[in-house]
């Protein structure tokens, strides 16, 4: 029963650590290759902004 509870806990550990989830989420519907695109850019400004407000 704990051995059992163990096992899954460390797949869903190993898992997550791979980007599964994530993956899943993303293909569970048809995203447009322009929405793609725009969601790319919106991230990259994100993570400019937040590497520049570090320094």
Partial sequence: DKSLDKAISLLRKKMAKEGIFVEMKRRSHFVKPSEIYRLKKKEQIRR??????KK
């Fill in 48 to 53: 400019h902004q937040l590497k520049n407000k």
